[in-house]
Every structure is written in structure tokens, then in C-alpha cells.
């Protein structure tokens, strides 16, 4: 039967500024084979969905144009041949798009159970950090118990998440961040050292930390000048992996430090991967990192939670960067 009520989004309006968001009613989304509806109670908030709001970062083909990339809250509805699934059901979800609303659909396979003792603003504050990190850090990066990790933008939503993770895992943990407030927050959360970026050099700190070894594994959401300063960080054998580019898409590279220590540079985006990715990413966080959360060794930093319809005020926040972890939208 299809469902004929209306519900709350927000959209893009035209590509600018946070004012460009705007509260609109569309119809219900009805669930194809394989998919769940879900009714939404929370919603992240993340750095792809600024990008789609400037126009920079739009979704891939045939996903809706509603910018949001995870949420959290109850099966409403089953499509055809989804099993394992139950209406009423709490779940979180990693999305391609259309968390800013009232209702969502997603695959099933990439639907997860909210780990117990966890509200639904924290659950939706889950999957795009901890989908991201782990496929980065853990399988691109392929970090080890006991080596060294150095996370750029270390109280971003992904910075908090990989360097509760890291930690979690056995990794020594080093992180950027700018003022004595967001690194003591780093060290909190598990760093070994937090580096204040404006007034210290990221390489030399942990080049002095390693004893002049470096760091296994860098993840980088800043780009920029960056680039050239992690491979330097970088241990032989290291591991450099770009998720992001705060400083810019472009760099000035080097490649005899890349061929003399034998570095893998890397990177990924996430959203427009097949289904069955990130199913297989949804498996292992499942079986390794949902017991940790429900363990409460590991657990997602909410900074502050904006009703829906203010979706605008998050995003003004996060350009600003003033933020330690996630921010989330409160859905009805």
C-alpha cells in the first residue's frame, strides 16, 4: 500500500550560504526491495552535507537531493524480501542521502541495531564517522596494535571517533587541534598527545615522541600543506590516507621521502560506494566496535543537538569550527 501522508524535510534551496536551508513537506518515501523506512528521531550533521549545500558534493544518481548521510530511530516500514528487521525496531543507518527529515529509506544492509545504553541523538551521531574511520583507518590504513596513529582535526566528529578507536585497538594516538580547550579534549579521549597546531610542528612532535621513527598512519582531513608535512611524519612503511581537504584539494609534493620509506598515500570518499561495501563495513563494525560502545570503552562526542527546522544554526556552527565532536538534528 502506498502511503500517502506528508512529512518535514529540509531542503537546498539554491547552492550558498546556511540560510539556503529550508523547511519543506514532500511525500512519504516508500521502501523498495531490499530497503527499510525508517522514521527518523535524530540526524547527523557532517562536513559532506555543507559541501552538498555550497553545491560542491552532489549525491550520486538517483539518491534524493535532501542532504543528510546517517540517522537514527525506528523501522517504519519493510520493503520486499528485507528480513532480520522488525517495525518498531530502534535502528542507525548510514545513508547516500535524505536524513534531514521526518522519514528516510536505506538499505537494510546498512542499517545496525543502536548499541544498548546509546540515546537516538548519540545512535545517529554513529555510522558516517565510525563507517569512515573504519574503512580509512582500519583497512586502508591497516593500523596495528602498537603503532602510532597521527589524526588531523583530532575533535572533528571523525577526529573524536578515530582516536577513541585507535586507542580502543591498542594504537599510540597523536592528534591535531588548536587551542589548550580542544587538545585537552584529544587527550581525554584517548590521545597520547594532543599537538596545538598554531603553535606547535605536528612533525617535530612526533618525530621526538617515536624517537625520530614517525607515525604508522595518518589520517588527514585537512589536505593543503598538509600533504607534504604527514608524509614527512611518516614512518618507512607508512600509511597516509586523505579523507577531506579543509586547506585545499591540491599539494606540493615530494616523492623521493614516498619512494625512500616506501609509503602508500591513499584515500576515500564513502558515499557513493556499492551497498554491498558498506554491508561488509557494517558487518565489522558490528561484531568488533559495537561491543566496545556497549562497553562504554568507546562513544560518540554530541556537541549539541538543533532542532530539525534549524538546521541552518548547525551548519553555521560547524563552518565555524568551534565544535568538539558531532552535531545532530532532533527530527519531531
Not at 516508500?30 to 553545491?55: C, F, H, T, W, Y
Not at 529509506?105 to 542499517?111: I, T
Not at 564513502?270 to 566496545?292: E, I, M
Request: glycine letters at 12%; proline letters at 7%.
Amino acid at each position: 500500500m502506498t502511503d500517502s501522508r506528508s512529512m518535514t524535510v529540509i531542503e537546498v534551496s539554491q547552492p550558498g550560504k546556511p540560510e539556503v536551508l529550508v523547511a519543506a513537506r514532500r511525500p512519504v518515501p516508500e521502501p523498495a526491495p531490499g530497503e527499510i523506512r525508517i522514521a527518523v528521531k535524530a540526524a547527523g550533521v557532517n562536513r559532506p552535507d555543507v559541501l552538498q549545500r555550497l553545491g560542491k558534493y552532489n549525491p550520486p544518481p538517483g539518491i534524493t537531493d535532501i542532504p543528510g548521510l546517517e540517522v537514527a530511530g525506528t523501522v517504519d516500514a519493510l520493503g520486499e524480501g528485507v528480513e532480520g528487521w522488525r517495525v518498531g525496531d530502534p535502528v542507525c543507518a548510514l545513508l547516500a542521502g535524505g536524513g534531514y527529515a521526518e522519514f528516510c529509506v536505506v538499505p537494510a544492509a546498512q542499517c545496525l541495531p543502536i548499541p544498548a545504553g546509546l540515546s537516538m541523538a548519540e545512535a545517529a551521531a554513529l555510522p558516517e564517522t565510525f563507517f569512515t574511520v573504519w574503512s580509512n583507518v582500519f583497512e586502508r590504513g591497516a593500523l596495528q596494535p602498537g603503532e602510532a596513529l597521527l589524526v588531523h582535526g583530532g575533535t572533528s566528529g571523525i577526529g573524536t571517533t578515530a582516536i577513541q578507536l585507535g586507542a580502543a585497538f591498542g594504537a599510540r594516538v597523536f592528534a591535531t587541534a588548536r587551542g589548550p580547550e580542544k587538545c585537552g579534549a584529544c587527550v581525554r579521549l584517548g590521545a597520547e598527545r594532543a599537538i596545538d597546531y598554531a603553535e606547535e610542528d605536528f612533525v617535530a612532535v612526533v618525530k621526538e615522541a617515536t624517537g625520530a621513527a614517525g607515525v604508522n598512519v595518518v589520517l588527514d582531513i585537512v589536505g593543503g600543506d598538509y600533504v607534504a608535512r604527514s608524509i614527512d611524519a611518516l614512518a618507512v612503511e607508512g600509511r597516509y590516507v586523505c579523507i577531506g581537504f579543509v586547506r585545499g584539494a591540491t599539494a606540493n609534493v615530494n616523492f623521493f621521502p614516498v619512494m625512500t620509506k616506501r609509503l602508500v598515500l591513499t584515500g576515500s570518499t564513502l558515499r557513493a560506494r556499492p551497498v554491498a561495501y558498506k554491508q561488509a563495513v557494517a558487518d565489522q563494525l558490528k561484531a568488533r566496535v559495537w561491543p566496545l560502545i556497549e562497553q562504554g570503552k568507546v562513544k560518540p562526542v554530541v556537541h549539541e543537538i538543533f532542532p530539525l527546522e534549524q538546521a541552518a544554526d548547525a551548519h553555521r556552527l560547524m563552518e565555524s569550527n568551534q565544535h568538539v565532536g558531532k552535531l545532530v538534528l532532533a527530527v519531531g
